[in-house]
């Protein structure tokens, strides 16, 4: 199994132009140019006289001697050039140059356009005050070389080419030093951008998540060695294959994942796999990016895991002890309920029994004992049907319609005397899938709480809303809502009570149970919705229910 990354990347910088290409070209050209002019020397020149032959033959021998020694040590030795290094190139080119002119009619050569070539090279490999200084060398020497060896050089063609020549050293020289400082730049961000490749190879590297990544095609581009010891594979032999069918062989959701990314442009968050390893069952936590290459290219996609298996028993085991704990506490706070009235009972039945008892007192301690019965009566019917709530069948339900039966039951209740209880948005349809009797009790609950909350002469508002085209409620994953709200004109909920005002046997209010509001949130929680309390604008408490609608159709999300 490999211990480093695998990857298909970039072009290194090995790869991208420099002065070493350009030397090579340099390097061909000038061979190719006095090879040629030697064997032209050799065949048709021969008949004008053996000095012009005998000075092509010494710049061919030194054309050869000069490039094998400069290839030798910048190509096979690769050492870098100096500046002393590139000056000598480029002033034995001028020269060469020169010597073809002078051997090929002077002013009438049709080689003196080479004087140009010479000049943009020494301005590509020199800074701009070399490269115009070989500009006026090969002027000079050109000049030169007509005065020495012509008499009837002066014309006013040849002026004209020194005059060229001096133009384009300029030109030149000023386009080669703008290169070279982008080539600079460059260079020092493909160093950063080098470097940056390989902290990132290295943290990946030492990373103990799986990292996956394929183009569009889903051949492999890169995994790092987590990857490889997670899913048991050589991504040295899948390295630029396709390789998302085998993964799917092994880790099905993975698989899965990597084509909603590369095929649907979706990304996974937090996806549980299962990967065969053997006789044993690993469960993968998997996250997946869509990393766009514009809009003609194909996306890749980048898969990350990690073996959660250990994580999710010792979620299991959390959740267990926090059910254990549930019920311990909860089993407290009803033996605390039971205890009172059984207290006051056991009391009133002790009395009784005495003989010495008046009429009107054993009446009274009679009716008490039937209260408190009765009071453990309903406390334990209520805890049974706290205890035992769960989803029936499930069908769609009119939240609208609902909602205004609870009204019309809560409005006939002893506790509504003197309270307004108003609606609001009953007209457009709000369906939802549930269960309609656990939803009726969950919503009658929470408008009777309104009601004795906000007391005679108060109000409370309740309100439905399909919030189709509105963002969803932020930290739930409810993409399209149905919203359920109630408003009560009573005293609001406090901050500090406000955590603990669903649980089971926690109450403000005298004579309530603690019961009703816990019976609301398992009813929402069973439903998959989400219920929240704040101080609404009129002062008093404002629940939100949101709800999942009935599907055939999608919200938006929040940001």
């Known amino acids: 199994m490999a211990s480093t990354s695998l990857r298909v990347g970039a072009p290194t910088t090995g790869q991208l132009f420099s002065r070493r290409d350009l030397l090579r070209w340099i390097y061909l050209g000038r061979l190719t140019l006095v090879t040629g002019i030697l064997a032209g020397a050799l065949w048709k020149w021969n008949d004008a006289g053996q000095q012009n032959t005998r000075l092509a033959v010494i710049m061919f021998l030194v054309a050869l001697a000069v490039t094998t020694v400069s290839f030798w040590y910048t190509h096979i030795l690769e050492r870098r050039p100096s500046e002393n290094f590139l000056y000598t190139q480029v002033i034995l080119d001028v020269l060469l140059v020169t010597g073809i002119v002078h051997i090929t009619n002077g002013p009438d050569s049709s080689f003196a356009p080479l004087y140009i070539l010479v000049i943009s090279a020494g301005a590509l490999l020199l800074p701009l005050p070399g490269g115009v200084l070989i500009g006026g060398l090969a002027s000079m020497v050109y000049f030169g070389d007509l005065v020495w060896g012509y008499e009837e050089a002066f014309r006013i063609d040849v002026g004209l080419q020194i005059g060229l020549f001096t133009v384009v050293a300029l030109l030149t020289g000023l386009v080669g030093d703008r290169l070279r400082r982008s080539g600079m730049a460059l260079g020092a961000v493909e160093s950063e951008l080098r470097q940056l490749r390989l902290d990132t190879g290295d943290i990946l590297a030492a990373l103990g998540t799986g990292v996956i990544t394929v183009d569009g095609e889903g051949r492999l581009a890169y995994a790092n060695p987590a990857a490889q010891t997670l899913l048991g594979m050589d991504m040295s032999e899948w390295l630029g294959r396709g390789v998302v069918e085998e993964i799917d062989r092994r880790a099905p959701g993975l698989g899965w994942a990597l084509r909603e990314a590369l095929y649907e442009r979706r990304s996974t968050s937090r996806f549980r796999a299962l990967l065969k390893r053997g006789e044993k069952d690993v469960r993968l936590g998997v996250s997946t990016a869509v990393l766009e290459r514009g809009e003609a290219a194909a996306p890749s996609a980048t898969a990350i895991f990690q073996d959660i298996t250990d994580l999710e028993l010792i979620d299991a085991l959390n959740r267990r002890a926090e059910r254990l704990e549930a019920v311990a506490a909860l089993s407290a706070s009803l033996a605390h309920e039971i205890k009172n009235p059984l207290a006051s009972i056991r009391s009133a039945v002790e009395q009784l029994t005495r003989s010495s008892l008046d009429e009107p007192d054993r009446r009274t301690l009679q009716r008490l004992v039937l209260t408190e019965s009765d009071r453990l009566s309903r406390l334990l019917s209520e805890f049974l049907d706290y205890s035992g709530l769960r989803i029936g069948s499930r069908k769609k339900v009119d939240l609208g319609k609902l909602v205004a039966d609870c009204i019309a039951v809560v409005r006939q209740h002893p506790d509504s005397d003197g309270v307004d209880v108003r609606c609001e948005g009953m007209d457009r349809p709000a369906r939802v899938d ?126």
């Open 434 to 559: 549930g269960d309609s009797d656990l939803l009726h009790r969950a919503v009658f609950n929470l408008v009777l709480n309104g009601v004795q909350y906000a007391g005679p002469g108060g109000h409370v508002t309740v309100s439905v809303a399909d919030v189709e085209d509105q963002p969803n409620p932020r930290g739930t994953g409810i993409r399209h809502p149905v919203s359920l709200r109630v408003r009560d004109s009573g005293p609001g909920v406090d901050p500090e009570v406000q955590e603990r005002i669903f649980d089971p046997f926690f109450t403000t209010r005298p004579g309530g149970s603690g019961l009703g509001l816990a019976v609301v949130y398992r009813a929402v929680e069973a439903h998959e919705g989400a219920i929240f309390v704040d101080r609404s604008a009129e002062g008093g408490a404002e629940f939100v229910i949101y709800l999942p609608a009935a599907e055939g159709s999608d919200g938006g999300e929040l940001p």
